[in-house]
């Protein structure tokens, strides 16, 4: 996400950073291409200017110009504030606020936004996300009667995500829809109701009627805009829009895997002053995640969001499997259907090449000439599953005849299991050093990769 302004912002305090010291010229230069960069990402023009303001004035008086190694000062300065632009510290208090459920269930959620803003999917999202991360029994209200098909979306995706579609068709009044379901939710004691309204190709007085009809029929404890992360400072200004007509709580942004330029994201909070609650980050439903400022600013600094990449991997680690992947470790019983196990568990975290984007150092510039091929993580996947049992667990059995069998079966080729075969053992001989409390025997490896 944010590629061209990743890569722009790194560039420019790259610069800062090889210098010995600054001068006021270096840091006026530092700025002039942080504000192109902001322009070219579609930031909003008020914004950019508030921005590169307070950057000055923070950089000229912070003892900056002149000191020896101004260079990360500088940086800090810019991540602080950029995390203040895109909401602060005090973001991840305001997001949570903006979804706490409601003592008298069922928390009633009304999603508001543009056609095509990705607002049924990000209605099933949230419901998966609340039923997977509080418990929560969620029901979802397919309230947008006029885009052709969308009632039988909500019922897909919503049934992916393991929450109850209340529908009507699209021949009743969209608003007389939202009534039925909250009485049904209340009836059949949901803890929550997450209404999918209606949109428009743009802003218009219709829509904000029936949006403030609904409002006034629900009273709805939250309302969620979600905006396309893909329109740039437009989103901004129909953010504008809707908070004078529709009084929304927070944003849920979408589409930030795509070729976002980060416009919608760093104009939203500063232009109206609502927090962005989460953020889509994929077309899977479990891709959907909290939206942290300070974390969202270290990663398009290309500082890394080592806290997210830990929280995914918790979120899939069970402590007893670790426990036991620890106890195979030490006495060198790791086979490959554990590996298989380690690596479908790390597919489900994400792809890879996000997972790689939060590690610090792997920013913008480095990961655009990588590709991460996820389709080799395929081909081991059928090698792995073409294998007897005992040979999973044994792999030294694997020799001439059995490879031969394990590549027809698997579609791949005799030299591609060998190459897995062979990496699985220098794997499993450092992960047995390592459990054992041992440096691992580098100078072997080497000369077995040769």
């Not at 190694?69 to 940086?75: C, E, H, K, R, T």
């Not at 802003?203 to 893909?230: C, F, G, K, N, Y």
Request: proline share 3%; charged share 30%.
């Amino acid at each position: 996400m944010f590629e061209s302004l990743t890569e722009k912002l790194q560039g420019a305090l790259a610069d800062v950073r090889n210098r010995g010291t600054l001068s006021e010229q270096d840091v006026d230069a530092a700025l002039r291409t942080i504000r192109l960069a902001l322009l070219e990402a579609d930031v909003n023009l008020k914004v950019v200017r508030q921005f590169t303001a307070s950057l000055r004035e923070r950089c000229k008086g912070a003892d900056v110009i002149g000191a020896l190694n101004p260079g990360q000062q500088v940086v800090k300065i810019v991540a602080e504030e950029l995390t203040a632009l895109l909401g602060g510290e005090d973001g991840d208090d305001a997001a949570e606020a903006a979804l706490a459920m409601s003592a008298r269930p069922p928390t009633i959620v009304l999603m508001a936004g543009l056609q095509g803003s990705g607002k049924t999917t990000a209605s099933a999202k949230l419901a998966r996300y609340l039923h997977a991360e509080r418990g929560a029994e969620v029901a979802l209200a397919a309230c947008d009667v006029y885009r052709p098909a969308a009632v039988e979306q909500l019922v897909k995706v919503g049934s992916q995500a393991g929450a109850e579609v209340y529908q009507q068709g699209t021949e009743r009044d969209p608003v007389d829809v939202a009534a039925w379901a909250l009485e049904r939710a209340q009836a059949e004691h949901k803890d929550a109701l997450i209404v999918d309204t209606s949109g428009r190709l743009h802003v218009d007085e219709a829509m904000m009627e029936e949006l403030t009809r609904m409002r006034d029929a629900l009273q709805p404890d939250h309302v969620l805009l979600v905006v396309d992360a893909m329109t740039g400072q437009d989103a901004a200004g129909v953010a504008e829009s809707f908070s004078e007509s529709v009084d929304f709580n927070a944003v849920v942004i979408t589409k930030l895997d795509g070729d976002a330029r980060g416009g919608a994201a760093l104009s939203i909070r500063a232009l109206t002053g609502r927090p962005i609650a989460f953020a889509s980050t994929g077309e899977r439903l479990e891709q959907f995640e909290r939206f942290h400022p300070d974390r969202m600013a270290q990663r398009i600094l290309g500082m890394g969001d080592v806290m997210s990449l830990i929280e995914k991997a918790e979120a899939q680690f069970e402590q007893d499997e670790a426990l036991e992947l620890e106890r195979k470790l030490r006495r060198n019983e790791f086979g490959l259907d554990d590996f298989l196990g380690q690596l479908q568990t790390i597919r489900r975290m994400g792809p890879l090449t996000s997972l790689l984007g939060m590690l610090p150092g792997m920013g913008g510039a480095e990961l655009k000439g990588l590709r991460v091929d996820e389709r080799e993580l395929d081909r081991i996947e059928a090698i792995v599953r073409s294998m007897t049992p005992e040979e999973r667990r044994r792999p030294e059995l694997i020799k001439g005849s059995r490879r031969l069998r394990i590549a027809r079966g698997s579609g791949t080729s005799v030299p591609q299991v060998n190459a897995l075969v062979k990496q699985f053992g220098q794997m499993r001989r450092v992960m047995r050093d390592v459990g054992r409390g041992k440096m691992p025997d580098l100078g072997a490896l080497m000369r077995d990769a040769r």
